[in-house]
C-alpha cells in the first residue's frame, strides 16, 4: 500500500471515528445545532474523501454500498489486517 493511499485511509478512518462519535452525541441531543452541523460536514468530507479513494484504489465496501470499475476490483487491496500502519 503506497504512502498517499495509506494517508487517504487514515482520513477516512478519522472522519468515520468523528461522524460516529457525533452521532451518539445527537442520539442524547437532537435540538442542539451546532453538533448537527458539524455531523453534517463530516458526513459530506467523508463521502467526497471515499468517492476519490475508490476512484483511484477501488472499494472500500462490497453489497452495493460502492460500485466497482471493470474488471471487479473488490479483492484487488490487502484485507485491513493487512494493513501495516
Known sequence: MN???LMLLRRLQELQFTAIELNL???TH??????LMEYN????????????????????????HSPSQYP???INGPWPWEIEY
Request: no cysteine.
Open 3 to 5: 504512502r498517499d493511499q
Open 25 to 27: 452525541y445527537l442520539d
Open 30 to 35: 437532537p435540538d442542539e445545532k451546532e453538533p
Open 41 to 64: 460536514r463530516v458526513s459530506q468530507q467523508f463521502n467526497n474523501l471515499k468517492r476519490t479513494y475508490e476512484d483511484r484504489y477501488g472499494p472500500l465496501m462490497v453489497f452495493g
Open 72 to 74: 471487479w476490483q473488490w
